[in-house]
C-alpha cells in the first residue's frame, strides 16, 4: 500500500511539475526534459527477450515503452522494449496512470536502473518511468 501511495503521489506531483523549470530531479538537453515518475522492476522478464539480453543491458541504458490496449491479459499494459525487442511489462500493479497518460499522448521512456544478473528474473533489471517534455513546447 506505501509503494502505491508513493506512486500516486509522484504522479499528482509529477503533473503538478510539468510546466516548471528544470529542477533536481529532472534532467535536461536542448530540446527535452525528463522527469521521473516511478520505478519499477519489469515484469515478464523471463518470458521474453529479457534474459538473452541482460548481459547487454546496463544502468543509463534508455528503453522504449510502447502502450498495448488489446492485450488479452491487461488492457492497460505497456510493454517495454531494448531496442526492437520486448524485454518485459510495467508491472500491472502500477501501469494505470502511465497507461492514462500515454493515452492522452504524452510521451513516456524508461532507463535502466539497476541490473543484477544473480537475482531472479523478476527482480533482475529495475527501471524508472519518465514523463518526456518537449522544452519547446512548453516555453
Known sequence: MTNRREFLKRAAATLGAVFLLPGRHQ???AATRTIPLTTCYIAGF???HGPSLLHRLQPGTHLILRREPDNPYD???IAVYAGRRRIGYIPRTINTIPAEMMDQGQRLTAAIRTVNREAPPWRAVGVEVEVGMDVNAIS
Open 27 to 29: 534532467r535536461t538537453n
Open 75 to 77: 488492457r492497460r499494459a
Open 46 to 48: 523471463q518470458y521474453h
